[in-house]
């Protein structure tokens, strides 16, 4: 599917080479959304600078060696030099029925595919994900869905917190309630959160106990078959809640994405010995560091990176960069996303700069970090219960339910749901209500989670674009024709029905810059703005009672077109699209 602004960028730099010469060829056409048409070219104002003339005489030379083709309908000077372009209505109904017609609605995959790792989520074992873990699951999720669509081999990464000194006293606790409790479903163990927090009351309470533990790291560590059995044991007891919550959420996690700093513990030895040869590990103050340049404290000292701390155990500085060294030289990834909250910005820095030191990362093999923003309450502080605690996921989620339900019934339907299909299509809307008010802001900002707004049927909303989509099925249920019968052909009269297929148009553009930048809120955006136009078009331009069985195909047409885009883009979202609403 063309971006209208790449094609008319193309034509103009068409121009500027027949007009001043080959060298121009290459400069920015500067195409920028336009009042006065559809777009507006604007590289004649810098240009006459460079060339000693006159704006507004640049643009004329630019017009008259502009190929329009079938692509431009009218071309405007205006102003000092803008030049207005307005795209042909047959080249947008075209395009329009060529997206409508292809699987994939026109939108090409990556010139050069890359092996993408998006790491993600990362909750702890045997803690329960918190609303802090809502942000990295979902926007990560919508990331993976994003580069996986454009065509790129995406690796996704649960890099959950499987390792440490506190699996010493998880044990231990869970061998004194009995290793039967895991295995039937106690709620002792699986209630997560009650089973940490009583195992670390008896840690600072109880020296026996704390002893006990010290010692279960110790073989932990070693690799002690037992200890490691019985580690499993808190492992699998998670993963079942993970699994719980990503299905919940519709995310696409699954046990074979889990890779725990476990799974690097085997690689931290020789990482660090291949840092000390290559010189960039030294020692001060008795630990291994390495210094990366740029990075300095408030003293103006340099900042260091513990690779190894003085008494010999490794951090997670040490993780990860044995975690890069592996998916370089392993996995042998082109490009590294870390979806992780904004805090850990300079860690990031610093692992990165140490990377590029050891030669793991350079210019064929990037990793970023995908900045993620806090939560919010609706005081403006980080979102916490009424006592001052962390809201669990869970329970944030079952309110979401119950809220959306109350919403749900209090709006009028075009037809009746039994009790089954309510719930199902209640659990939709509050899952995208959810998701949608996250991922419709930038990523790396904060955001004010008011259950109020997120779960309006009106607005910028997940369960406003649930209902356009809802709304163009209803219209073929009534039309008595299949989506897929809708073939048109488009042909476009009125302006809404204009508008509409123009911002059609926009998708192939708006996922490849998503997906360059790991910024799923552009894709959200964009939908949202389609669901606009739809609107518009809805409330100008009647479908089963347009004048005209050639209009009525051809609105059809551009409803399944809408339909369609709507849907795969709330798919790669992660938004649920109930058929009916």
Same mark, same amino acid.
């Given at each position: 599917?063309?971006?209208?602004?790449?094609?008319?960028?193309?034509?103009?730099?068409?121009?500027?080479?027949?007009?001043?010469?080959?060298? /121009?060829?290459?400069?920015?056409?500067?195409?920028?959304?336009?009042?006065?048409?559809?777009?507006?070219?604007?590289?004649?104002?810098?240009?006459?600078?460079?060339?000693?003339?006159?704006?507004?005489?640049?643009?004329?030379?630019?017009?008259?060696?502009?190929?329009?083709?079938?692509?431009?309908?009218?071309?405007?000077?205006?102003?000092?030099?803008?030049?207005?372009? #307005?795209?042909?209505?047959?080249?947008?109904?075209?395009?329009?029925?060529?997206?409508?017609?292809?699987?994939?609605?026109?939108?090409?995959?990556?010139?050069?595919?890359?092996?993408?790792?998006?790491? /993600?989520?990362?909750?702890?074992?045997?803690?329960?994900?918190?609303?802090?873990?809502?942000?990295?699951?979902?926007?990560?999720?919508?990331?993976?869905?994003?580069?996986?669509?454009? @065509?790129?081999?995406?690796?996704?990464?649960?890099?959950?917190?499987?390792?440490? #000194?506190?699996?010493?006293?998880?044990?231990?606790?869970?061998?004194?309630?009995?290793?039967?409790?895991?295995?039937?479903?106690?709620?002792?163990?699986?209630?997560?959160?009650?089973?940490?927090?009583?195992?670390?009351?008896?840690?600072?309470?109880?020296?026996?106990?704390?002893?006990?533990?010290?010692?279960?790291?110790?073989?932990?560590?070693?690799?002690?078959?037992?200890?490691?059995?019985?580690?499993?044991?808190?492992?699998?007891?998670?993963?079942?809640?993970?699994?719980?919550?990503?299905?919940?959420?519709?995310? #696409?996690?699954?046990?074979?994405?889990?890779?725990?700093?476990?799974?690097?513990?085997?690689?931290?030895?020789?990482?660090?010995?291949?840092?000390?040869?290559?010189?960039?590990?030294?020692?001060?103050?008795?630990?291994?560091?390495?210094?990366?340049?740029?990075?300095?404290?408030?003293?103006?000292?340099?900042?260091?990176?513990?690779?190894?701390?003085?008494?010999?155990?490794?951090?997670?500085?040490?993780?990860?960069?044995?975690?890069?060294?592996?998916?370089?030289? #392993?996995?042998?990834?082109?490009?590294?996303?870390?979806?992780?909250?904004?805090?850990?910005?300079?860690?990031?820095?610093?692992?990165?700069?140490?990377?590029?030191?050891?030669?793991?990362?350079?210019?064929?093999?990037?990793?970023?970090?995908?900045?993620?923003?806090?939560?919010?309450?609706?005081?403006?502080?980080?979102?916490?219960?009424?006592?001052?605690?962390?809201?669990?996921?869970?329970?944030?989620?079952?309110?979401?339910?119950?809220?959306?339900?109350?919403?749900?019934?209090?709006?009028?339907?075009?037809?009746?749901?039994?009790?089954?299909?309510?719930?199902?299509?209640?659990?939709?809307?509050?899952?995208?209500?959810?998701?949608?008010?996250?991922?419709?802001?930038?990523?790396?900002?904060?955001?004010?989670?008011?259950?109020?707004?997120?779960?309006?049927?009106?607005?910028?909303?997940?369960?406003?674009?649930?209902?356009?989509?809802?709304?163009?099925?209803?219209?073929?249920?009534?039309?008595?024709?299949?989506?897929?019968?809708?073939?048109?052909?488009?042909?476009?009269?009125?302006?809404?029905?204009?508008?509409?297929?123009?911002?059609?148009?926009?998708?192939?553009?708006?996922?490849?810059?998503?997906?360059?930048?790991?910024?799923?809120?552009?894709?959200?955006?964009?939908?949202?703005?389609?669901?606009?136009? /739809?609107?518009?078009? /809805?409330?100008?331009?009647?479908?089963?009672?347009?004048?005209?069985?050639?209009?009525?195909?051809?609105?059809?047409?551009?409803?399944?077109?809408?339909?369609?885009?709507?849907?795969?883009?709330?798919?790669?979202? @992660?938004?649920?699209?109930?058929?009916?609403?």
């Amino acid at each position: 599917m063309p971006d209208p602004q790449l094609v008319l960028a193309a034509r103009v730099q068409a121009a500027l080479s027949a007009a001043f010469g080959p060298s /121009y060829a290459d400069a920015d056409p500067v195409i920028r959304p336009s009042q006065f048409a559809d777009l507006q070219a604007n590289v004649a104002l810098p240009l006459a600078k460079k060339l000693g003339r006159k704006p507004r005489d640049v643009a004329d030379e630019i017009v008259k060696h502009l190929d329009t083709g079938d692509v431009v309908a009218n071309v405007e000077v205006s102003g000092p030099g803008f030049i207005n372009l #307005t795209l042909s209505d047959a080249w947008i109904a075209g395009e329009a029925q060529r997206a409508l017609e292809d699987e994939r609605l026109a939108v090409p995959a990556a010139d050069a595919p890359q092996k993408v790792v998006v790491e /993600y989520s990362s909750p702890n074992v045997a803690k329960e994900m918190h609303v802090g873990h809502l942000r990295t699951t979902i926007v990560g999720d919508a990331i993976a869905r994003i580069l996986a669509f454009l @065509g790129h081999d995406v690796v996704r990464d649960n890099h959950v917190g499987d390792w440490g #000194t506190p699996f010493g006293m998880l044990i231990e606790h869970l061998l004194d309630l009995g290793e039967d409790a895991a295995a039937r479903g106690d709620s002792s163990v699986s209630d997560l959160t009650a089973f940490y927090q009583a195992a670390r009351e008896k840690f600072d309470g109880d020296e026996e106990f704390a002893d006990r533990s010290r010692k279960r790291v110790v073989a932990l560590q070693a690799g002690d078959p037992e200890t490691l059995r019985l580690w499993n044991v808190l492992v699998d007891v998670s993963k079942k809640y993970f699994n719980a919550v990503y299905e919940r959420l519709g995310v #696409t996690l699954t046990d074979d994405d889990i890779r725990g700093e476990s799974f690097y513990n085997d690689l931290l030895a020789p990482t660090v010995q291949e840092l000390e040869e290559k010189g960039i590990a030294v020692v001060s103050d008795g630990a291994l560091c390495a210094f990366p340049p740029g990075f300095k404290g408030r003293d103006g000292e340099p900042l260091p990176v513990i690779i190894r701390k003085s008494d010999g155990g490794y951090n997670y500085s040490t993780t990860d960069l044995a975690t890069i060294r592996y998916r370089v030289d #392993t996995e042998h990834v082109d490009r590294m996303i870390y979806v992780v909250g904004a805090p850990q910005s300079l860690h990031f820095q610093m692992v990165f700069a140490v990377a590029r030191m050891a030669g793991w990362l350079n210019d064929e093999v990037k990793a970023e970090h995908a900045q993620i923003g806090n939560v919010l309450g609706t005081d403006g502080k980080i979102l916490r219960t009424r006592a001052g605690g962390t809201v669990k996921l869970a329970e944030l989620l079952d309110e979401a339910v119950e809220r959306a339900g109350a919403v749900f019934d209090e709006i009028q339907h075009d037809e009746p749901f039994d009790d089954e299909t309510r719930e199902a299509i209640v659990q939709d809307v509050a899952i995208g209500a959810v998701k949608y008010a996250d991922l419709s802001v930038a990523r790396d900002s904060e955001y004010v989670f008011d259950f109020d707004r997120m779960i309006s049927f009106n607005g910028k909303t997940g369960p406003y674009l649930q209902y356009a989509a809802a709304r163009i099925r209803s219209i073929f249920r009534k039309g008595g024709v299949s989506v897929e019968d809708a073939t048109g052909p488009i042909t476009l009269g009125h302006p809404a029905e204009r508008a509409l297929a123009l911002e059609l148009l926009g998708l192939g553009a708006v996922l490849k810059q998503a997906g360059d930048t790991a910024e799923p809120h552009r894709l959200a955006s964009y939908v949202y703005a389609v669901a606009d136009a /739809y609107t518009s078009f /809805y409330e100008n331009c009647p479908v089963l009672k347009a004048p005209d069985e050639a209009t009525k195909a051809s609105r059809l047409a551009l409803c399944a077109a809408t339909l369609r885009t709507l849907e795969t883009g709330l798919h790669l979202l @992660g938004v649920p699209t109930p058929e009916r609403m």
